[in-house]
């Protein structure tokens, strides 16, 4: 069953979110800029071990598992993952840089 | 297709593509705070990997909450430790544990590195001995200022992802920022209860309170220090090729190969430096695992 860690799946969002506000370019005629992002979810969530870390903080893993879409995972074996992305404070957007420009 | 097995899947280079793989032998059992302490972990290293690319690209999202729902089944160990493990795809008849991180996030964001208007435009030419060809790797992941050098490099993992994304050497890198840096080992290698020098910048007159030399994760009797050396006794029970490094003032300095030889060996250890240990990448060594990369500073929430 496909996985990944927590860490992984965080920057993949924000990786995506990042190109999505770099596209709103100030030439653009309708600009739409997320503020907020809250995903949920669904997935089964495993801790392991990090055989391949010395490092004692970080010698465990948190993986990931999405539920395979052609099975009926049993009721409350699945958990859920829910978090709030926005942008970094203290950086303008691409309306606010047009404005000081 | 080939599955990676869980090592090398979780160092998989993010956004490749790759499978990871899960099985039920590897869902380990675990207690409330060794999860919470992985989940802090986790944020923590995709801040890291974050880091370098949002200076880069202007812009940049951050977390401000995580919560999660798991399925969990709880046991009771004999010494009154409660003990958790998530469910597995076809299991049935767990508890729900809700965890919220929200106020731990809104700390991390409350140290949010300095804004790119605050750079201090002292030009890189001006640090002693840097090269062209260094002032262009450093300028290749946009680093192009004093300022810069100093946000980038303010944490051990990130003066390490600097010094492999542009080739410089750790310890040049250190001895830019005027923190402390290692440089060789004489003897670069020796057997237990041995005396070797190793020699630095910006070490400091005397061992800050704490400081400790560690061989091979074993901490090391310190016999003299000066600005740019120490003298100390290699520890007890190392053996073979290892690591070396040192803790000045809760940060971990940068790592140095050295090598521990048996007693047989004693006295054939040729005067010279030890070379700096030099991380490929983070998806690589160490970690057949991962590389092995600047020892992370236990961060306390």
């Known amino acids: 069953m496909?996985?990944?860690?927590?860490?992984?799946?965080?920057?993949?969002?924000?990786?995506?979110?990042?190109?999505?506000?770099?596209?709103?370019?100030?030439?653009?005629?309708?600009?739409?800029?997320?503020?907020?992002?809250?995903?949920?979810?669904?997935?089964?969530?495993h801790l392991v071990a990090d055989g391949a870390t010395a490092a004692p903080e970080s010698s465990r893993r948190l993986l990931l598992t999405l539920p395979d879409v052609r099975?009926?995972?049993?009721?409350?074996?699945?958990?859920?993952?829910?978090?709030?992305?926005?942008?970094?404070?203290?950086?303008?957007?691409?309306?606010?840089e047009e404005a000081e420009s | 297709m080939k599955v990676p097995t869980i090592s090398q899947s979780l160092e998989a280079p993010t956004g490749d593509g790759g499978t990871w793989r899960m099985v039920a032998e590897d869902n380990q059992e675990w207690q409330l705070a060794e999860m919470i302490d992985a989940i802090a972990a986790e944020v923590d290293r995709a801040e890291d990997t974050l880091a370098l690319k949002s200076y880069a690209r202007r812009v940049s999202f951050a977390v401000k909450a995580l919560k999660l729902d798991l399925s969990v089944t709880v046991r009771r160990s004999g010494d009154g430790g409660v003990w958790f493990r998530t469910m597995m795809p076809g299991e049935s008849g767990g508890t729900l544990l809700n965890l919220d991180f929200s106020q731990i996030l809104e700390s991390q964001l409350s140290e949010l590195r300095a804004p790119l208007e605050s750079s201090t435009a002292q030009p890189l030419h001006t640090l002693p001995g840097i090269r062209e060809r260094e002032i262009q790797a450093l300028a290749a992941v946009s680093i192009f200022s004093l300022g810069d050098l100093e946000r980038y490099t303010r944490a051990a993992p990130l003066m390490a992802e600097v010094g492999r994304k542009t080739g410089i050497p750790e310890h040049k890198l250190r001895r830019w920022r005027k923190l402390p840096a290692l440089l060789s080992i004489s003897p670069p290698g020796g057997a237990s209860g041995d005396t070797v020098v190793v020699r630095g910048t910006h070490l400091g007159r005397q061992p800050p309170p704490g400081a400790t030399v560690l061989f091979q994760e074993r901490p090391a009797e310190i016999l003299d220090w000066g600005e740019t050396h120490m003298t100390v006794r290699i520890p007890p029970d190392v053996s073979g090729p290892g690591t070396l490094y040192a803790v000045l003032e809760g940060e971990p300095t940068n790592l140095l190969?050295?090598?521990?030889?048996?007693?047989?060996?004693?006295?054939?250890?040729?005067?010279?430096?030890?070379?700096e240990h030099v991380p490929h990448g983070r998806k690589s060594p160490r970690s057949g695992r991962r590389p092995l990369r600047s020892p992370r500073k236990p961060r306390h929430r």
């Not at chain 1, 927590?6 to 370019?25: M, W, Y």
């Open chain 1, 2 to 45: 496909a996985a990944i860690p927590l860490a992984n799946l965080l920057t993949l969002f924000i990786e995506g979110l990042v190109d999505q506000r770099e596209r709103a370019s100030p030439e653009a005629a309708l600009r739409l800029l997320v503020e907020e992002v809250e995903l949920q979810v669904p997935l089964f969530l």
């Open chain 2, 257 to 275: 190969s050295w090598e521990a030889h048996t007693q047989a060996r004693r006295g054939t250890a040729h005067e010279g430096s030890a070379r």
């Open chain 1, 71 to 96: 099975e009926a995972p049993a009721p409350r074996a699945l958990g859920r993952l829910r978090v709030t992305l926005v942008p970094r404070s203290g950086e303008p957007t691409p309306v606010e």
